[in-house]
C-alpha cells in the first residue's frame, strides 16, 4: 500500500547528541513537509521540500537540518543547537505543491530528550 | 498575516447527537480549508477540504463544513456523533497569497455513551 513511513516511532536521546528521523513515501509526490507538534500548540514547519534537491526553511528551522536527494526521501536531524527538542515529529507529503493540497501524514516520531 | 483559530479547546458531546467543532480564519485572499483528525499518538488524518464552490462540503466518515465567508469560519459537523469520533480535529489555512499552511491548535472531541 501506498504511504508515508517514519521512523524511529520512539526515540530516546541525550543531550549534545544530534539525531535523523527517517521520512520515506511511495506515493510518487512532490512534495514533503517536516511538522513538530507540541501539546496544544497544533503544528509547526519546520521545513519543507517541493522538488529533489531543494528545501525551505518553515516557522521553526533553527536547530534543524534536512536534505531532499531523492524524491522519496526526506530526513530530518535534529541538531544539539535545538534549545528543546522533546516533542511529536510528523512528516507529511503533498501530490501539489504551494500547500495547495492535501497532506497525507505519517505515523510521527515521538523524540524525548534526556 | 494569515491565522486559524479553534476557540474550543474540548468538545464534548453525547452519541447519537449531532456535534460541531469550530474553526475561523484570517487571510488576505481567498482561503484553502482543510479539517483533519489525529488519533493517539498517529499521524493526521485528511477529512476534508474547502478551495471553491459549494459552501456545504462533504468529507470522510460522515463529516462535513460549512464555509462562511462573511463570518470568515469552516465549522466541521456530524449530524449523529459516534463514539469512535473521539478524537483530536485540526483545522488548517492556506492563503494562496502566501506559500504556507497554518494549523489551529485543535480541539479535542469526547463522544459520550
Known amino acids: ?114 | 498575516a494569515q491565522s486559524v483559530a479553534q476557540p474550543e479547546d474540548q468538545v464534548s458531546v453525547a452519541e447519537g447527537n449531532p456535534l460541531t467543532v469550530k474553526c475561523t480564519y484570517s487571510v488576505s485572499g481567498n482561503p484553502y480549508l482543510f479539517w483533519y483528525v489525529q488519533y493517539p499518538n498517529r499521524g493526521l488524518q485528511f477529512l476534508l477540504k474547502y478551495i471553491t464552490g459549494d459552501n456545504l462540503v462533504k468529507g470522510s466518515y460522515g463529516f462535513e463544513a460549512e464555509f462562511n465567508k462573511s463570518q470568515t469560519s469552516f465549522h466541521l459537523k456530524k449530524p449523529s456523533a459516534l463514539v469512535s469520533d473521539s478524537a483530536l480535529y485540526f483545522c488548517a489555512v492556506r492563503d494562496p497569497q502566501w506559500n504556507d499552511m497554518r494549523f489551529g491548535a485543535g480541539t479535542r472531541l469526547t463522544v459520550k455513551p
Open chain 1, 1 to 114: 500500500d501506498g504511504g508515508i513511513t517514519q521512523s524511529p516511532k520512539y526515540l530516546f536521546r541525550k543531550e549534545g547528541q544530534n539525531v535523523t528521523l527517517s521520512c520515506e513515501q511511495n506515493l510518487n509526490h512532490d512534495a514533503m513537509y517536516w511538522y513538530r507538534q507540541d501539546p496544544g500548540q497544533g503544528l509547526r514547519l519546520i521545513y519543507y521540500s517541493q522538488i529533489v534537491n531543494d528545501f525551505q526553511k518553515g516557522d521553526i528551522a533553527e536547530g534543524y537540518s534536512v536534505s531532499r536527494e531523492k524524491k522519496e526521501s526526506f530526513p530530518l536531524t535534529v541538531t544539539s543547537a535545538q534549545k528543546n527538542p522533546t516533542a511529536f515529529y510528523l512528516c507529511a507529503s503533498s501530490r501539489d505543491r504551494g500547500f495547495t493540497g492535501e497532506l497525507f501524514f505519517g505515523e510521527g516520531s515521538r523524540l524525548t530528550v534526556l
